[in-house]
């Protein structure tokens, strides 16, 4: 409360104040006969309020499937009981546990006030109290029931908002706009869950609550597990593609990263979410077929074997391999696959040509080049943002799409870049491998494009023979790999 | 219906339904409805056949890959509770359709109970014909328990009724409690006798497949019931309406459900594929995993392991090589069975802790961690904590190690004299034994 500008204090007691008129009045008036239903539905209400929602509220907003039990019971108080009774039922959200008393007061205060009002409005475009006589009509109970829905939403809407906006002196319609115009879908669905549970109760009492609830409640139960498997999802992934990055010592947090860089690529092009959302999965598992990598191969200083070279090159069609069955994958397993082509036809494993690759490895190649650049590699430590950013347009057109380059530099001014490892870093898995043949290893993927220039092989005709050194492999492998087919 | 084994399984339910419906049809077709009620009854069984058809249609798959028609279901049940004398003036006639309270002789049951099972017999099978013209198939189990689930819950409700004797005006609440009582028994009747089939079709104890049809189907059954009871206490009143009203809360349940079973299904799907990466890489040999995961599956089924713990067993065992990655070099083969204990032992530990990585996977990690250890080691005692399914893994693993991909019988059968080698020392008896028993059904069915 202290946090609060004094406007939205003196909002906050108004609001209180005739919410707590509107309560007495309701109280003084409301039928004996109605007295059992108040009590039955403001308790119903109560237990809703404390019964927390399963979903965690992070993943309840993110994917919009909260469903709430409680609007259905508000919506049956204020046709079953009007104007004096609703508002008793609705203030019992002061009741809500672990609130603050001034929220739950305010709380409770809005939700009096908005059941007043549409209890009000329900009966004054002519909508019949739903008791023992009642009989349905549409356009005596259906249409008056859109009505008081709508006028819900509103009053509760601008209760909510001028709140908001008091307090964050932001304009209320954006507030409205940018928060609660999509409650508005749900609140008619849960309006129509409220008539059912009235109707019923109409007939059979309380015993309509569990039937018309039940549904409900099982529904919810079932969006908290889906949601529970998302997440359980996104961690299974994730600490897979750290297998990974273990076996390769110098790309901790690479997919990660690549993955976020390619999804910043992706919607400053204008890609729609649903495509946006299968990059994502597409950055991530781009090096997933290094897995299938021997760890001897892949940490192995010095000298390459034909074979061993063989493999490494090998790990986007194993990529492919690994994640062509993954059905939701979609357009990302040509991704995968195809992430080490290049604009200029030079690239692998297919040698496809300009538009001929397709748009997620167009997107994956730049993110990773830039990953690989501005983070620390055996040979050498981590460049500048700036310095990538010069590199990429350099090879604009030969290694990459300019288009996307430009997406990805325009992404960055926007949104900044941290470069820093987001994952959790302390893998318990000791590494056989790393210990015998000792470390350090080389990264020797790999995607930077300026190790070959460094080296000066950046030619089709330089990567003619194995070389000896670490770090020209490294080049080798990146960018005149596909001569080596 | 995918082999003669399903069929055969379902075999005495299938009969059971057939014998229902055809006395069903005959008396529905010989009764006699007074003459100003009978239009009703036509268009009110009509109206119910629709629906059902349409829910039949909109059949979701739950997670776990059990199939179910809630819209269907629920309406089946409704029209079996149908009372028709809420509310003398109600839209479905003075009389009701199936007369009024009063009248309730053996007759009326009867002819109440077969009209139901009539209807939802007749909107199923329309309800289930597109999908059999695409080739789906139908789901001749299922129909069956819903004809004889929705014959119950009719014989049940009335008789209760008359127990009951409510007057209509002042104790329509006996008649809800009445109808949920109903409803939750037919449901329960169902789980068991879809346990039943499943357990035969399977081969796991009936117990086992008692639980985990509970277990799976408690939630969309008491939304299923709930729906029922709510449109066979509303449509008198509403009328029509009360059909696609009271269906919108189930389509919202049928929709989270959907969405759940998709990502479980991605779930697995995403495991499965991530277990080839011991392949592509050549640290395993080709199918390995999969060979390894269906077989360790249908032991730990017919052991009678349940089906939340057969999911850990499944996950355990596609990626009970994983640990290998973090090999050097690759075993010559992928045999792990090949390599001395102690590196065995290495994998299995490597591989538990990268699936313990996840977070969420432990029970799977915890699986893992364990294939490698011997039954009892040096005829000591045994450990009570070496969980079943790592036994499973364990001897699963050495057979695949010798067969492979190999179908020849005669291989088979050595593998299985090989593994009976090492039993009580390496391996579970149990567990060799029931890997035998599949083994040899599968070699029988070879001839």
């Not at chain 2, 069975?337 to 591989?351: C, F, N, S």
């Not at chain 2, 040096?378 to 190999?406: C, F, Q, T």
Request: with cysteine; hydrophobic share 50%; proline share 5%.
């Amino acid at each position: 409360m202290r946090d609060l500008p004094i406007r939205s204090r003196l909002y906050v007691a108004a609001v209180v104040v005739v919410g707590m008129l509107v309560l007495v009045v309701g109280i003084r008036n409301v039928a004996i006969g109605d007295l059992s239903t108040v009590l039955i539905l403001a308790t119903l209400f109560v237990m809703m309020n404390f019964l927390k929602s399963p979903l965690r509220r992070g993943v309840a907003v993110r994917e919009g499937i909260d469903i709430s039990v409680q609007m259905p019971i508000s919506m049956a108080s204020v046709l079953l009981l009007g104007p004096f009774g609703a508002p008793i039922v609705a203030a019992s959200m002061a009741l809500t546990p672990n609130t603050p008393w001034f929220k739950r007061l305010f709380n409770g205060g809005m939700a009096a006030i908005t059941a007043w009002v549409a209890s009000e409005a329900y009966l004054r475009v002519g909508g019949h109290p739903i008791n023992v006589d009642f009989t349905f009509s549409p356009r005596h109970v259906l249409l008056p029931v859109i009505v008081t829905a709508l006028v819900m939403e509103l009053v509760n809407g601008l209760l909510m908002v001028a709140v908001i906006a008091l307090t964050e002196r932001v304009s209320p319609i954006r507030v409205w706009f940018g928060t609660l115009s999509e409650s508005a879908f749900p609140m008619f669905i849960y309006s129509i869950f409220g008539l059912m549970l009235a109707v019923v109760w109409s007939y059979v009492g309380p015993i309509s609550a569990a039937l018309v609830l039940a549904p409900l409640m099982v529904a919810r139960w079932v969006f908290a597990q889906f949601a529970a498997r998302q997440e359980a999802y996104e961690a299974t992934m994730r600490s897979l593609i750290q297998a990974v990055e273990t076996k390769d010592a110098y790309t901790r947090g690479h997919s990660e990263r690549v993955s976020r860089a390619s999804v910043l690529i992706g919607r400053r092009s204008g890609m729609r979410e649903d495509r946006v959302a299968t990059l994502r999965y597409a950055g991530m598992l781009h090096d997933v077929g290094k897995l299938g990598v021997p760890t001897l191969v892949l940490q192995k200083a010095g000298r390459l074997s034909e074979e061993e070279f063989d493999a490494i090159q090998q790990h986007p069609s194993r990529g492919r391999e690994i994640t062509k069955e993954l059905e939701f994958l979609g357009e990302a397993v040509e991704g995968i696959h195809l992430h080490h082509e290049r604009i200029d036809g030079r690239g692998y494993p297919l040698g496809l040509k300009g538009m001929e690759i397709p748009e997620f490895a167009r997107i994956i190649a730049v993110a990773d080049a830039f990953d690989s650049m501005t983070t620390t590699r055996s040979y050498r430590g981590a460049r500048s943002v700036e310095d990538a950013v010069l590199e990429l347009r350099r090879c604009k057109g030969s290694q990459f799409d300019p288009d996307l380059v430009e997406a990805l530099v325009e992404g960055i001014e926007v949104d900044g870049w941290d470069a820093t490892d987001t994952m959790p870093s302390d893998l318990p898995v000791a590494l056989p491998g790393a210990s015998e043949i000792g470390v350090p290893s080389f990264g020797s993927d790999d995607d930077d494009p300026t190790a070959a220039r460094q080296l000066g092989i950046g030619g089709p005709a330089g990567a003619a023979a194995i070389p000896d050194d670490a770090s020209e492999l490294d080049a080798l492998m990146d960018v005149s790999g596909e001569e080596r087919r | 219906m995918k082999d003669d084994r399903e069929l055969r399984a379902a075999g005495p339910l299938l009969i059971a339904a057939a014998l229902v419906v055809v006395a069903s049809v005959t008396i529905t077709a010989a009764a006699q409805p007074e003459s100003s009620a009978s239009s009703d009854v036509w268009r009110i069984s009509l109206a119910f056949a629709l629906f059902i058809a349409v829910g039949e249609i909109l059949r979701i798959t739950l997670p776990g890959g059990r199939q179910t028609a809630p819209l269907a279901s629920a309406g089946a049940l409704a029209f079996a509770l149908l009372p028709g004398f809420l509310g003398a003036e109600g839209v479905f006639g003075a009389e009701g359709i199936f007369g009024s309270p009063e009248d309730m002789s053996a007759g009326r049951l009867a002819a109440a109970a077969a009209l139901a099972v009539t209807v939802v017999t007749v909107g199923s099978v329309v309800g289930a014909f597109p999908r059999a013209l695409v080739g789906r198939g139908m789901h001749l189990d299922e129909l069956a328990r819903r004809i004889l689930t929705t014959m119950f819950a009719a014989a049940l409700f009335r008789p209760l009724i008359r127990v009951l004797q409510p007057d209509v005006n002042q104790h329509a609440w006996k008649i809800a409690v009445a109808m949920t009582f109903a409803a939750a028994l037919a449901g329960i009747l169902d789980a068991v006798l879809a346990a039943a089939v499943r357990a035969s079709q399977s081969r796991s104890p009936f117990r086992t497949a008692v639980v985990d049809e509970f277990r799976a189907l408690a939630g969309i059954a008491s939304a299923i019931a709930a729906t029922g009871v709510l449109i066979a206490l509303a449509a008198p009143q509403m009328g029509f309406l009360a059909l696609p009203v009271f269906a919108v809360p189930l389509l919202l349940t049928q929709f989270s459900f959907r969405r759940y079973a998709t990502i479980e299904a991605t779930y697995l799907q995403t495991i499965r594929s991530l277990s080839k990466v011991t392949e592509v890489g050549g640290y395993t040999e080709t199918g390995h995993s999969r060979r390894v995961s269906r077989l360790a599956v249908t032991v730990g089924r017919e052991m009678g392991v349940s089906e939340r713990d057969l999911t850990d067993l499944e996950y355990a065992a596609l990626m009970h090589d994983i640990g290998q990655l973090s090999l050097p070099e690759p075993i010559p083969g992928g045999a792990t069975t090949l390599v001395a204990p102690v590196d065995q032992r290495r994998i299995a530990e490597l591989g538990a802790a990268v699936i313990r990585q996840t977070g969420v996977l432990d029970n799977a990690a915890n699986i893992v961690e364990r294939q490698s250890d011997p039954y009892r080691p040096h005829r000591g005692s045994l450990d009570p904590d070496l969980p079943l399914e790592s036994r499973i893994i364990k001897a699963v693993n050495a057979y695949d190690d010798l067969v492979g991909a190999s179908l020849e019988s005669d291989r088979k059968l050595q593998a299985i004299g090989r593994l009976e080698l090492g039993v009580d020392r390496e391996f579970d008896p149990a567990v060799v034994d029931a890997l035998a028993r599949i083994i040899e059904r599968q070699t029988e069915y070879a001839y």
